[in-house]
């Protein structure tokens, strides 16, 4: 098991962070594949004993908000989001 300090854990939630806020920002086609990252970094951090279960469920659906909303960006006005809002308390 790996242990890591609340210092190192937030660092790690912080790059998942912003691959999340990269999901709605370039074109429409790479949406899934943002998401999948993000997904994947989740899943990576549970299966190191980094975050619990709960939290990477969590993350997994920030990161399909995310990806639904930019799909909602793009189709309604054909541009890719700005930022995406995401906050991990």
């Known amino acids: 098991m790996i242990t890591v300090t609340p210092v190192q854990k937030a660092a790690l939630l912080n790059i998942l962070r912003i691959k999340i806020d990269k999901i709605g920002k370039g074109e429409r086609r790479y949406i899934d594949r943002r998401e999948?990252?993000?997904?994947?970094?989740?899943?990576?951090?549970?299966?190191?004993?980094?975050?619990?279960?709960?939290?990477?469920?969590?993350l997994y659906d920030k990161a399909q908000s995310?990806?639904?909303?930019?799909?909602r960006a793009h189709q309604g006005g054909g541009e890719p989001l700005q930022a995406v809002q995401t906050t991990f308390d």
């Open 36 to 58: 999948e990252s993000a997904r994947a970094y989740a899943e990576a951090l549970a299966d190191a004993n980094i975050i619990t279960d709960n939290e990477r469920d969590e």
């Open 66 to 71: 995310a990806a639904e909303a930019a799909v």
